[in-house]
């Protein structure tokens, strides 16, 4: 008696240099929502070029892309969308009929998070940071008409981005002077993550009319954010960039609106879970 299944579910994944259940959990709830036989797993990797090799050879549908392999895999992908592109950075394979498309959804994901507050387009917005989180953020932002100046412990790092998508430079993050000249207030350093007692700029004046989004989602409340809300200021938690990021990978692979509901409250639990 044959036990084999007749058919195999649809295979996706993550590849991470260290593994975590979040993502794994995230994308299964999404498609068990939509009632698709899709199954995602986690790929601890260490070598990206073969990596990419299985992805064709295992005929994997869709694979999530970690630090520190977002650059790294783009040398052996077939095409990139123009905003992974310009980002310089790969967070999602698209596998279809044979292509290997890099697309960059965590621009997606800070720009959605923020338009669930606000709109974008004319606004005055200080962004600290400059690596890798910075960049597809600010992307985003300018590309929605969003006025950027940038921030960033190293100033040379700080000018290049600006120097890249035409935005603002404001200089170290000691010079940032305060929230009264900005209506958007971005951290995209990973200064707070895991650590509840540290913050990108310390003792700022909050402007309560000032938006305050931070992209670290470990604490949920991280000490910018908690500065923020004591202030009366609107915040934006990471937790909704990760959960709009995610949001854009599930409609790659799977062509289906994203389950957004369910998605958020798999996110809650699980980030709770890690704290």
Known sequence: ??????????????????????????????????????TFVYFGISDPAAAIEAIRTLGIRGMNVSMPFKA??????????????AIGAVNTIDHRDGVLTGYNTDYI??????????????TRIALLGAGGAARAVSYGLAEKGGRVTVFNRSVER???????????????????????????????????????????VEQIAMNRDTIVMD????????????????????????????????CGQVELYTGCPPPVAVMEQVIEREVRNLQ
């Open 109 to 122: 994901g800070g720009v959605k998070a923020l338009e669930e507050v606000t709109s974008l387009a004319g």
């Open 215 to 246: 992209v670290v989602f470990l604490p949920s409340d991280t000490k910018l954010l908690r500065s923020a809300e004591a202030a009366g200021c609107r915040i934006v938690r990471g937790v909704k960039m990760l959960l709009y990021q995610a």
């Open 1 to 38: 008696v044959s036990i084999m299944s007749p058919t195999l579910p649809t295979l996706c994944g993550s590849m991470a240099a260290h593994p975590y259940r979040l993502a794994v959990e995230l994308h299964n709830a999404a498609y068990r929502e939509l009632g698709l036989d899709y």
């Open 158 to 200: 700080a000018r290049q981005l600006a120097d890249d998508f035409s935005l603002r430079l404001g200089g170290s993050l000691h010079d940032f002077p305060g929230c009264d000249r900005f209506d958007i207030l971005v951290n995209c350093t990973a200064v707070g993550f895991r650590s509840a007692d540290e913050s990108p």
């Open 72 to 85: 790294a895999v783009i040398p052996y992908l077939d095409r990139l969308d123009p905003a992974a592109r």
